[in-house]
């Protein structure tokens, strides 16, 4: 049994050019150092002596300056190419973490994050238009898969030691976050070379295709993907908040928490991908949809540690349903000559909920801690459906 597992979870892996694991790698580089963000609301409360509400609309500005570092990012890697944009953005990004770890002043940091923003999160349309132009499409899901492991990767080793720093001193986080940003970087401009992939760059690059602002059934997409977003946010707002307040676990606590998410995932979720290959994308996230939603949803039937590991765990398998497949199937709707954009709309529905989440949540949880998980609840009532209806259209589509 053992040995048929660890043949499976090896040809979960197989198949992809060596460029696909390069941009993973650089993505594990990244992550690793990910830690200001998921600390930041806790960083502005527990270390400057914010209140909720004021730190909430102070990672707002990170939010509305990611909407135009996501669309940008898009927009960008068509017509200057994905590895510049990468590499641009992560250079600047990492003298942005150092600069903000000495700001004070709430107008201050609110200007320094939405510039931030937009410079970071211009990254990820890029790399995702990257992997995309790199990937043979019967192995979109696969890439994309392993592209999620890297950062999940990072993620069990980002937020643990970042909640270890933030005992002692939240500057290190800064710091830390922008030397792994350098690192990724220069890890990217010597060994990325998409024309070294399977595919190569060339492939269909002057072909326009559907413009993605006249794809009705992408934009029902994005919204969902938006009210997903909105939900999937709090994990950086009120859920460490929660956590701290009603769970009562310290900073190292919580990101033992988000290590065990990550280890889930580098675990299972290739071989999970790689064995609902075959089945309909849009089914695969309405079951994720399902289990995200209800993840969170249940936090306020118990407060004891073990109940918190028992939450992530469910939405962690959630999150491994859903989080692969969006990209696969927004990927799919777009040609090589608009794949930057159609990624850089993807990116840009997250980063408006990341805008609207930190406000939103925030604002919620001071009426009422536990009223952020009963919307939780609703969105498991309207997201899994929607999915549903496009399972639905698609299957009608191809018997008709």
Not at 135 to 160: C, D, K, M, W, Y
Not at 340 to 361: C, E, V
Not at 374 to 394: D, K, N, Q, V
Request: glycine residues 10%; contains cysteine; hydrophobic residues 55%.
């Amino acid at each position: 049994m053992s040995r048929k597992f660890f043949s499976a979870y090896l040809n979960a892996y197989r198949g992809l050019s060596p460029q696909v694991w390069i941009l993973a790698l650089a993505m594990l580089i990244n992550r690793a150092g990910g830690m200001v963000l998921f600390f930041l609301t806790l960083y502005l409360t527990a270390d400057l002596g914010y209140d909720v509400r004021t730190a909430g609309f102070l990672v707002s500005g990170y939010g509305l300056g990611s909407i135009g570092g996501a669309f940008l990012g898009g927009w960008l890697s068509d017509r200057l190419g994905a590895p510049r944009v990468m590499i641009f953005s992560l250079v600047v990004s990492a003298g942005g973490y150092v600069w903000l770890a000495y700001l004070t002043q709430p107008m201050a940091i609110a200007i320094a994050l939405f510039f931030l923003a937009i410079i970071a999160e211009g990254f990820r349309p890029a790399n995702s238009s990257a992997l995309a132009q790199i990937t043979e499409p019967a192995r979109l899901g696969q890439a994309f898969a392993l592209n999620r492991l890297a950062i999940n990767l990072g993620v069990s080793i980002g937020p643990a030691l970042g909640g270890f720093l933030a005992v002692r001193d939240y500057h290190l986080l800064f710091w830390v976050d922008g030397l792994t940003c350098l690192a990724a970087a220069l890890f990217l401009y010597l060994f990325f070379h998409p024309e070294k992939a399977a595919l190569p760059t060339s492939t269909g690059a002057d072909t326009p295709g559907r413009s993605p602002f006249r794809d009705g059934e992408l934009w029902f997409i994005l919204l969902l993907t938006f009210m997903n977003g909105l939900m999937f946010n709090q994990l950086f707002n009120t859920w460490p908040l929660y956590l701290k307040d009603i769970f009562r676990l310290e900073e190292d606590y919580i990101g033992l928490l988000l290590t065990v998410n990550g280890l889930i995932i580098v675990l299972t979720e290739m071989p999970l991908v790689h064995a609902m290959r075959t089945r309909s994308p849009f089914m695969i996230i309405f079951w994720g949809e399902i289990l995200l939603f209800a993840g969170f949803a249940i936090l306020p039937l118990n407060t004891v540690t073990w109940y918190a590991f028992f939450s992530v765990a469910i939405w962690t398998v959630g999150e491994m349903l859903v989080f692969p497949m969006l990209p696969t199937v927004i990927s799919g709707r777009a040609s090589a000559g608009n794949r930057g954009t159609y990624m850089g709309l993807f990116s840009f529905s997250f980063a408006l909920a990341f805008a609207i989440g930190p406000i939103l949540g925030p604002w919620i949880y001071a009426r009422n801690p536990h009223e952020v998980w009963f919307w939780a609840a609703a969105g498991a009532l309207i997201c899994p459906p929607g999915f549903a209806y496009l399972s639905y259209r698609h299957r009608l589509a191809r018997s008709s």
